[in-house]
């Protein structure tokens, strides 16, 4: 990958909607060229989809919930059943294994408590869990699905330190 490839992937992460001919001129291309890496970046699998972004509350899911599991145990059953059932749950936006104190983390969104209570029923039922602790979301400062690149954050980071020198 290249700094084009980034240049595109960029833009795709600020809006995956846009024309390949609106992409092309941000990035300095002719229309073919841009396809040509945009078709290369999806089979290489570094673009794994493109997606709309809803917004939860719009839609009626405004209680966002972080629960942190402790297994109850770690056999290769326990783990299948587990992992199966979790991410088969629709309120689960996102499913980490984590290395630590905890064993898994989700991302939960719902409606409101009582719909939270029902899963969180659903979820220790699944199999026996040593510890479970949920932590509500009160105001959502930041939300982001683009990821930073390496240039990208430099960039920040020099801006900042412009802008700072500049204040002083």
């Known amino acids: 990958m290249d700094a084009l490839d980034y240049k595109i992937l960029s833009i795709l992460q600020d809006d995956a909607s846009l024309p390949i001919a609106e ?25 794994t989809r493109r997606v709309a972004l809803l917004s939860p509350e719009k839609l009626g899911l405004g209680l966002c919930v972080y629960v942190s599991i402790v297994a109850g145990e770690h056999s290769d ?28 983390m989700l ?14 029923k659903r979820l220790i039922s699944i199999t026996p869990l040593r510890n479970v602790v949920s932590r509500f ?24 330190r412009i802008a700072e020198a500049i204040a002083i």
């Open 23 to 47: 992409i092309a001129a941000r990035v300095g291309l002719s229309q073919t060229p841009c396809w040509k890496r945009i078709q290369k970046l999806e089979a290489t699998g570094v673009v």
């Open 77 to 104: 059953a326990w783990l299948e059943r587990f992992t199966k059932q979790v991410a088969g749950m629709p309120e689960v936006v996102e499913f980490h294994r984590m290395a630590g104190d905890v064993d898994y």
């Open 107 to 120: 991302r939960v969104v719902v409606a409101d408590m009582a719909a939270f209570d029902a899963f969180y």
């Open 137 to 160: 979301a009160m105001e959502r400062i930041k939300s982001t699905t683009a990821l930073p690149f390496p240039e990208a954050v430099d960039r920040a980071a020099r801006t900042a």
